[in-house]
């Protein structure tokens, strides 16, 4: 519980050292003008559904997912690992999405998953005119507070490196590879490795379509050599006001669904429904 209250208090020291603007702007006009900055400097896609974003996002985010186990089982995880994130300083976002609720319909108990913190700093980028490239280290921590077995054992660390490059003004090319190190207990978590790939496509002004890869390589633990694999095809409608501007906040509703493609898979046909708002 220390850790957590030590990381909110970092997360909110981070908010609050926004860049300052000129003196006659009001709070909400600084908070507003200074993530269109930082958003403006780079790549103007769509936050994918599975795969971690490189671009900086300051969003809310709602997110359930239907998940159906080999045995035909439902579990639904209202929360899904995702919540929130700011945007501080010119490079840096930090992210917390508090512990989800997994009702897994069957003899398994209810109960709360895990919390997580994620820092992200953006290495390069450049926007529709300047490549429409980009390139971001990240890390994320999740703490082991899900009870009944709804969570890890130990807290993990997941390093990641993602990037991307736009084709043209419609269709953009992202990956990222990443690695969940547990901090302790390691014969029996294991460790893995995440490798997803994505191609996105802008079809309208407020439509956007998406088609990911999911994959997972698995070492030591109850999975030690296997490999999961997903195929994620989804699709986006993006809700701006009329008159909208590039410091107003704006909605995206999404949904998706995971489809295992390997013989090993956990769970297969998992739906995802989201809503997020963007600031």
């Known amino acids: 519980m220390k850790r957590l209250i030590l990381t909110f208090a970092s997360a909110a020291l981070l908010a609050a050292s926004i860049a300052p603007a000129p003196a006659q702007q009001s709070t909400a006009e600084r908070f507003f003008s200074h993530n269109s900055s930082m958003v403006s400097r ?54 917390f999405a508090p512990p989800p609720y997994l009702q897994h319909n069957s003899s398994a108990a209810d109960g709360f998953g895990d919390a997580s913190v994620l820092g992200k700093v953006r290495i390069v980028s450049g926007d529709a005119e300047s490549g429409n490239f980009i390139l971001t280290a990240m890390v994320n921590h999740t703490f082991s507070t899900g009870g009944a077995k709804n969570g890890a054992t130990t807290d993990t660390w997941v390093p990641t490196l993602a990037g991307g490059v736009g084709l043209g003004k419609r269709v953009a090319l992202e990956s990222t590879l990443g690695g969940t190190m547990p901090t302790g207990k390691i014969a029996a978590q294991g460790r893995s490795i995440a490798w997803n790939s994505i191609v996105e496509f802008h079809a309208r002004p407020h439509v956007w379509f998406e088609l990911e890869d999911n994959a997972t390589f698995y070492n030591r633990g109850s999975h030690d050599g296997l490999m999961q694999n997903f195929i994620t095809p989804g699709g986006f409608y993006v809700v701006r006001r009329k008159g909208w501007k590039p410091t107003h906040p704006f909605y995206i509703v999404d949904t998706g669904m995971q489809i295992a493609t390997s013989g090993f898979h956990t769970c297969n046909h998992n739906l995802i429904s989201e809503v997020r708002v963007l600031f």
């Open 42 to 95: 780079q790549p103007s896609w769509i936050t994918p559904i599975v795969e971690p974003d490189p671009r900086l996002v300051q969003y809310g985010r709602l997110s359930v997912a239907h998940q159906y186990t080999p045995a035909r089982t439902e579990t639904v995880n209202y929360g899904n690992g995702r919540g929130g994130g700011l945007i501080g300083w010119n490079r840096i976002e930090v992210d």
